[in-house]
């Protein structure tokens, strides 16, 4: 009979164990994420990035279309749901547009038969190793509880809702693919196409994707992470040449100096994933701009 018992015991202690570090993950994610690059940080080497000296470049040049200028937070994966996050579900889509924002980072991704969805993982938000029909995926539950999201529909509320803003994110490998679906789903709606952000990750996609549609240099933004944190250089001389004054990075990777020259140049930054009002507030305080949030609002905020 002990031996049951001494299962149950140890059962119960791994389970304690996850519970508390999920919860030190949920409490200090923005820790998290930047112990998580200073490992990668290690594992780079820091000569790759180019050593320019960028006193003498002017500020940065700004695109007439400024739609920073009309926000501060932008909600991750549509904003987060009951705790959770990267649900990219209608239910966060409604949630965002009741709470009066207009600012919403999407993840995309295709399904077995080459539709583009609203999704972040199979596997984490599915909970599947394997990709999805469209049929499969409008019959499932993102987590097993919220609606999933087909791009379409993404578009349909941008068409009812003349102010909400896209930032297009996607894991996908063929970047300007997802931004041309985008465009032929938008096609008959320009207000709409207007409208989309992209993010970029690496040097000259920005111009393919003009060669698609006419995007204003202001409906773009460079994102560090897939680029490699560790070269700010690099990353600020794209910026130059490709006209991109607005870059986000995650939080705490960059050292102060680094961030120092970017705000001097005249670069918006924004960082993520910021959930917490010290953070944010204590960035504000050194020249960064705005924050991808799962559940910062606007009052958390100390600006004017």
Request: include cysteine; charge should be negative.
């Amino acid at each position: 009979m002990k031996k049951p018992v001494h299962r149950l015991k140890w059962v119960l202690l791994h389970l304690f164990v996850l519970g508390v570090l999920a919860l030190i993950f949920l409490k200090f994610s923005e820790e998290m994420t930047a112990f998580k690059a200073n490992i990668y940080y290690l594992m780079q080497d820091s000569r790759m990035d180019s050593h320019i000296d960028f006193t003498d470049y002017p500020p940065v040049r700004h695109a007439e279309n400024r739609w920073y200028e009309k926000t501060r937070l932008v909600y991750h994966a549509g904003g987060g749901m009951d705790g959770l996050d990267y649900t990219n579900s209608k239910e966060a889509m409604e949630n965002l547009l009741k709470r009066q924002q207009s600012f919403a980072e999407i993840d995309f991704m295709y399904t077995s038969d080459g539709e583009l969805v609203c999704m972040h993982s199979w596997k984490d938000q599915w909970n599947s190793e394997s990709v999805p029909s469209l049929q499969e995926f409008r019959a499932g539950k993102i987590y097993g509880k919220y609606t999933t999201m087909t791009a379409a529909e993404l578009v349909q509320y941008m068409v009812d809702h003349p102010k909400l803003h896209i930032i297009i994110d996607t894991k996908e490998e063929d970047q300007i693919s997802v931004v041309k679906t985008l465009v032929d789903l938008s096609e008959s709606h320009p207000d709409v196409t207007d409208r989309f952000i992209i993010q970029l990750y690496a040097a000259g996609v920005k111009s393919e994707i003009q060669k698609l549609y006419p995007f204003d240099d202001g409906n773009f933004l460079f994102t560090t992470y897939k680029f490699g944190y560790r070269f700010p250089n690099k990353i600020m001389k794209i910026c130059y040449d490709e006209n991109i004054s607005v870059v986000t990075v995650p939080y705490g990777v960059w050292e102060e100096e680094v961030r120092q020259l970017y705000v001097s140049k005249g670069f918006i930054l924004f960082e993520h994933t910021v959930n917490r009002p010290d953070f944010a507030n204590g960035s504000l305080e050194k020249g960064v701009w705005g924050f991808y949030t799962d559940f910062l609002a606007p009052e958390d905020l100390n600006v004017q």
